[in-house]
C-alpha cells in the first residue's frame, strides 16, 4: 500500500510501504476511506516530536471502512463503516475505567502516527478496535465525521468544559485556528452571552464570524483587554481559552479572565510561560491544562445525526490520497491559503 511516510525533520513522502496486519487479536485493519491533517502533524515535522521516528507513518484521523478483525474484537465487524479516533483506549486501565482516555496506562492514548503508524494511509491498523473506533452515523458525510475525530473533542473537553462555561458567560477564544473555532462552537451549545475570538491573522478572523465569535479582535492593531473589558464591565471574561500553544498567548489569556474565572488552556508549548503569581494570587482564578480524552466523541456524533450541528464549514481544501504533498503545502500556510481542515479523500 501506500502511506505517508515520516523520515525526520522536514522530510516525508508518499510511499510503498507493507500492508499492516493483525498483530493483537484486538486489532483491526480499517481502510482509510477520509482522513486530514492536524497542526501537531506540523509540529512534527519540525522535530518538535522526538517519539516520532524515521519510518513512521504520520495522521491521527481517520473515516474508514472495516477490513479485517482480530479474533478478540467483539462488537467491530468487517465491513463496518468507523470513526477512527486520535485516541486509542484499552478500556480497562484505570484512566480508561474513569473516561480519562488520554491517559490510557494499558497502551492507548495518543499513540497512532505518534508511537504506532498512522492513519495518512491506505490502510491502518487500530489496536483496541471496539473501544476506540466509534460507528459512523447514517446520514452523516465522512467529512463531517471526521471533524470528531481530533478537533471537536478537544476545543469542547479540553476549552469549552474545563472552562466550565455556562449559560450568560463572556468567553474569550485566544487563537482562532481549528481548535479555536472547535472551542467556539462547542462554547455556543452553553449559550453564552457573547464569544471574543482574538487572532493576528484576518483569513482566521473571518472564519471565528462563522463558527459563532460574534466579536472578533485582531490584536496586532487592537487591544483585546480593552475589548473584553468594555464587554463585562471592566471585569474580564468569565471563561478565557488558550488554543494557540505559546507564552505570548498565554499570558494573553490568563490577563483576560475575571477575578473567579476560569482559563482553560488547550495550546501545545514547547517552552515555558511565566505564571504571573504576583497579580493572580488574589483572583480566585482556575487555570487547567488537559490532553483531549474523546470521551464527548458519541455526543458530537449524536449532534451531527440530528443535524444540530454542522461541521462541514472546517473542511476548506480537499484532495486525493495521493496529493499529501499539495495538502501539506496549502495547510502549512493556512493564513494565506484560509485552510482550516484540508481534507483527503479516497478516489
Ligand atoms: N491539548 C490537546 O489535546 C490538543 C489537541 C490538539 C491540538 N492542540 C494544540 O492546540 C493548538 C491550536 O491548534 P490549531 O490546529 O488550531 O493551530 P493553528 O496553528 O492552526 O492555530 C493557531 C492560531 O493562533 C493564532 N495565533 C498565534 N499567535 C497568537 C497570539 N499571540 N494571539 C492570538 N492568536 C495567535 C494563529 O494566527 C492561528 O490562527 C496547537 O498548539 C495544537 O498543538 C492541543
Ligand atoms: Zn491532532
Ligand atoms: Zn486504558
Known sequence: MKALVY????????????????????????????????????????????????GRILGHEAVGTVEQVGSGVKNVKVGDRVLVSCITACGSCRFCRESRYGQCLGGGGWILGHLVDGTQAEYVRVPFADTSTHAVPAGVSDEQVLMVADILPTGYEVGTLNGHVVPGDVVAVVGAGPIGLAAIMGSRLFSPSHVVAIDLAATRLEAAKQFGADVVVNSTHEDPLEVVRSLTDGLGADVSIEAVGTPAAFELAVSLARAGGHIANIGVHGEPATLHL??????????????????????????????????????????????????????????????????????
Open 7 to 54: 523520515h525526520g525533520p522536514g522530510r516525508k513522502a508518499w510511499e510503498e510501504v507493507p500492508t499492516p496486519t493483525i498483530i493483537d487479536d484486538t486489532d483491526a485493519i480499517v481502510r482509510v476511506d477520509a482522513t486530514t491533517i492536524c497542526g501537531t502533524d506540523l509540529h512534527i515535522l519540525k522535530g518538535d516530536v522526538p517519539e516520532v521516528t524515521d
Open 278 to 347: 504576583e497579580t493572580l494570587w488574589i483572583k480566585d482564578v482556575t487555570i487547567t491544562t488537559g490532553l483531549v480524552d474523546t470521551f464527548s466523541t458519541p455526543t458530537f456524533l449524536r449532534l451531527l445525526a440530528g443535524h444540530q450541528f454542522d461541521a462541514s464549514k472546517f473542511a476548506t481544501h480537499h484532495f486525493a490520497l495521493d496529493e499529501f504533498e499539495q495538502a501539506y503545502d496549502v495547510f502549512s500556510r493556512a493564513a494565506e491559503t484560509g485552510a482550516l481542515k484540508v481534507v483527503l479523500h479516497r478516489s
